[in-house]
């Protein structure tokens, strides 16, 4: 097969994304599929690769083609402006002071604090040792809603 391949990329309604590398051909007939709620079948490399297209919430796939957008255009414009929001939220919800848990293993105090914003470094507010932010750990839930978790562990420089 010399047909080019294009990579999908879905989400089902439970919030997991796969992604599946299709021919143009394949990527017409998941559409069609997904037009008409039917179970789609086929060969992908030497796998088979099928999936329920009822169970995605959405997908994007670009062949450089026009129209296969077309039929789709006004379900993306709503995928997103749904997107746009939610990540506008997550950033009015971060920009500015940020909720802090500190989690000082030097003197043993852990707390839930407000910092101006998400700096990389601050410090304990019982012992005065500086806590970094762990940025790998990324928001977590704290007793005082969501936040960011400080630990007296310094970034591993890569
Ligand atoms: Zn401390």
New binding site residues.
Partial sequence: MDDKLFTMIFTLHSGIKGTANLSSKQVDEFIQCFKEGRRYVTVVGEEYFGINTETVSNFRVSTGRVEIWDNFSSLHKQIESEKNESITNLIKAYDGPIRAKID?K??G?VYVTELEYCMEKTY?S??R?DVFLQEKVGIIRTSKGMGYLYTNERKVKQ
Avoid: D, T
Wanted: net charge positive; charged share 10%.
């Fill in positions: 000082c030097v003197c105090r304990c019982g012992c040792n």
